[in-house]
């Protein structure tokens, strides 16, 4: 039983690999089961579905995959912060556990890419959404935040919330593509990448908030 449980382990995790990279590289709905099946040296072409079930639960096992690590390394930076007042640390809260992670797992990488990838499908992006709140870390990044700015209307908010999330989900997939293609990249790690990053996601949330005149074309 034991050597079976570790086959079928092994198993799975060849298919998560090869799903990932593959989605990433091509697109979600570009890549089928046979060909992920294929890419992760398996004979049987319903080991997919056997494993897995549907696209979407394969695609929603990947993201719990990276993102239990995530979560750990979110904790750590939050017991470091406890109660702060400035934004810039919670935005790192929220930017540096992805590029330590992505920095961890050694180039190549392709879950920036994946990421994005899931972000643009309407279906798809509402699995990475859903777990995503799931997670008690990131919640607590978000009530950190609103106490930072609480004059900001709720819908300037969430529009800000939106483009930071697009900011680093891209962002990092654009590096990640550059390392893997060996192309030059504005920063010279991961590290220096997050700092951009959290300068931009900082100015981005305390922006000043200009409004809306009255009769503006839509």
């Not at 086959?7 to 046979?34: C, D, K, M, P, W």
């Not at 995959?65 to 912060?81: D, P, V």
């Not at 879950?111 to 309407?122: G, K, L, M, N």
């Not at 000043?208 to 009255?214: D, L």
């Amino acid at each position: 039983m034991a050597v079976r449980a570790e086959r079928v382990s092994a198993t799975r995790e060849q298919i998560l690999t090869a799903a990932e990279r593959l989605f990433a590289e091509h697109g979600v709905h570009a890549v089928s089961n046979r060909q992920v099946s294929e890419a992760a040296g398996q004979g049987n072409n319903a080991a997919v579905g056997y494993h897995f079930g549907t696209k979407a639960d394969l695609v929603r096992a990947i993201v719990r995959k990276h993102g239990e690590r995530i979560e750990l390394l979110r904790g750590r930076l939050l017991a470091e912060i406890g109660d702060s007042a400035e934004v810039r640390d919670w935005a790192a809260c929220l930017v540096r556990p992805l590029t330590e992670h992505l920095a961890d797992i050694g180039s190549p990488t392709w879950y920036a890419r994946f990421a994005a990838q899931v972000r643009t499908d309407p279906g798809l992006r509402e699995i990475m959404v859903g777990e995503a709140m799931t997670s008690p870390t990131l919640r607590r990044i978000l009530e950190g935040l609103n106490r930072c700015i609480p004059e900001l209307p709720p819908e300037v908010r969430a529009e800000r919330d939106d483009m930071a999330s697009h900011l680093m989900v891209h962002v990092c997939a654009q590096r990640e593509r550059a390392l893997a293609e060996g192309l030059p990249t504005p920063r010279t790690s991961w590290h220096a990448a997050a700092t951009g990053l959290i300068d931009a996601i900082t100015a981005l949330w305390t922006a000043p908030v200009t409004a809306e005149e009255k009769g503006t074309p839509s």
